[in-house]
């Protein structure tokens, strides 16, 4: 790092560690949830055909998205 970034931002140097990046932001009073209307039905969309390879990529995206918190369980009734 240090050949990489100016001495005088080291001391920020902590903010950009892996670990500090997959933190999500603490939450504030203007995060909001999208609530849907009393007896909702989703549209039915085009499916797209995904090649193995693709399918593997999209699983393992969403598998970190879960583990890092960007991201929770859909909750059914």
């Known amino acids: 790092m240090e050949?990489?970034?100016?001495?005088?931002?080291?001391?920020?140097?902590?903010?950009f560690r892996k670990e500090e990046l997959e933190k999500?932001?603490?939450?504030k009073l203007w995060d909001y949830a999208i609530e849907l209307k009393e007896g909702?039905?989703?549209k039915k969309e085009k499916v797209y055909l995904l090649s193995r390879e693709e399918k593997e990529e999209v699983q393992a995206f969403m598998k970190d998205q879960l583990r890092k918190g960007y991201?929770?369980?859909?909750?059914?009734?």
């Open 71 to 77: 991201i929770q369980p859909l909750k059914l009734p």
């Open 3 to 15: 050949e990489l970034v100016s001495r005088k931002f080291w001391k920020w140097k902590k903010v």
């Open 24 to 27: 999500m932001p603490t939450r």
């Open 40 to 42: 909702f039905v989703p």
